[in-house]
């Protein structure tokens, strides 16, 4: 499990499970993510990253995933 | 009652299907079974037919999913589903069970244009109250890309092949949702795997009626329509907005269009990343593609035609608007 911190987020990827197709490179509307050499997705510019949930949501095999460090109140969502 | 994208992000129902299944790299369906999955709050059980749902998720001894869970045929789906649905009504009848609980029931379009329409069609006439859900990858793409009754006109498939005296399948693809919307239930509705909030908010519509519901969801397949694997969301994308597959959703027999693309794409735009599209681009078959293109124009009018009474329902926002951590910490800020 990979995981790439930024502020109260991290993006938790899974190598194991990723099978390659890239549907998340080209979801991402800021070009966080990129496919390296072994055809696994990384994020190579978490910087960029606005955490909005489109690769987990997109991803077919459940290898990536947008996670709080800690939770928000109920109250204030 | 938390919201969609809330819902979505819900531990509990994150976990009801699970990924290491043996789907094909960039396959539309688990985007699809996911996003319908998580939309739904009340506890869920789901039926399959047979196709590739069934097979790639449920290798012996392995399974991709955490919830209740039947296969029976590749026919019956439908059947299967109003049957456990009348058994969940018996035992709440008499008292043993006290929850709300929701039954989907998955097919290809296989197993529901062609091998389960009449299950499908016996079930709808009965009114249980369960969703069906078709993914439409507009092939029988579990065995090998054999033409079924979804597969458009001119699409090139190992029982449809292209030569020189044949142009892929030579028919027209049936209309599987105004067939469904014929049967006067409350909720039918397209969609597609490109707008996934699109998609929840008609799941959840769907679940929310007292009586059977319908969803048509176009979902890609990289090796039987034959483009690159990343690019399984786009052509989806252009499939809606060349209005191949347009968006819109039936409630108590009135039509409703969720979506009009504000410049037209077309139709070669849908056509010409897939590779079963390929030989319409050879020299001497721009016939064919006008034809192609007259058919959509053709069946886009009579959408209009039937939906001009309703305006146009908003078109839920564009996904990147949503949960996004700048808004969650304004609101911070705002109390």
Known sequence: M???????????????????????????????????????VEAHEIARCVFCGLCERRCPDFAISVHKERAIQPSLV | MPNTKELARHEEVQKRFTGAHALCAGC?????????????????????????????????????????????????????????????????????????????????????????????????????????????????????????????????TSTAPVGERSFGKSQRRKDLTEIVAAHHVPYVAQASISDWYDLAVKVRKAVSVDGPAFL????????????????????????????????????????????????????????????????LFEPGKEALLAQIQRQVDADWEKLLRRCEDLPPAPFPKREWEFSSPVGERQREIWR
């Not at chain 2, 009348?86 to 097919?107: C, D, M, N, P, W």
């Not at chain 2, 369960?130 to 993914?135: H, I, P, S």
């Not at chain 2, 252009?238 to 009009?260: K, S």
């Open chain 2, 28 to 156: 539309g369906i688990p985007i699809c079974v996911r996003t319908i999955l998580n939309a739904i709050e009340e506890p869920v059980v789901a039926i399959n037919a047979t196709g590739c749902l069934e097979v790639a998720t449920t290798r012996y001894p392995t399974t991709a999913w955490n919830i209740p869970w039947i296969h029976v045929a590749f026919e019956n789906a439908a059947a299967v589903a109003s049957g456990v649905e009348t058994a969940y009504r018996a035992l709440r009848r008499r008292g043993k069970v006290s929850q709300e609980i929701r039954f989907v029931a998955f097919g290809g379009d296989g197993g529901t244009y062609d091998i389960g329409l009449q299950a499908l069609s016996g079930a709808l006439e009965r009114g249980h109250r369960f969703l069906y859900v078709c993914y439409d990858n507009e092939a029988y793409m579990n065995t090998g890309n054999q033409r079924s009754g979804a597969t458009p006109f001119a699409a090139q």
């Open chain 1, 2 to 40: 990979n995981r790439y911190a930024q502020g109260n987020f991290f993006l938790a990827i899974e190598p194991r499970r990723c099978k390659g197709c890239g549907v998340c490179v080209q979801s991402c509307p800021q070009g966080v993510l990129a496919l390296n050499g072994e055809g696994k």
């Open chain 2, 216 to 279: 048509n969801v176009l979902s890609t397949c990289p090796r039987g329509w034959g483009h690159p694997s990343d690019q399984s969301i786009k052509i989806a994308r252009l499939g809606v907005e060349t209005c191949y597959w347009p968006l819109y959703e039936i409630i108590e027999g009135r039509w409703q269009l969720n979506y009009i693309p504000e410049e037209r794409l077309p139709i070669t735009e849908w056509l010409r990343p897939q590779r079963r599209f390929a030989h």
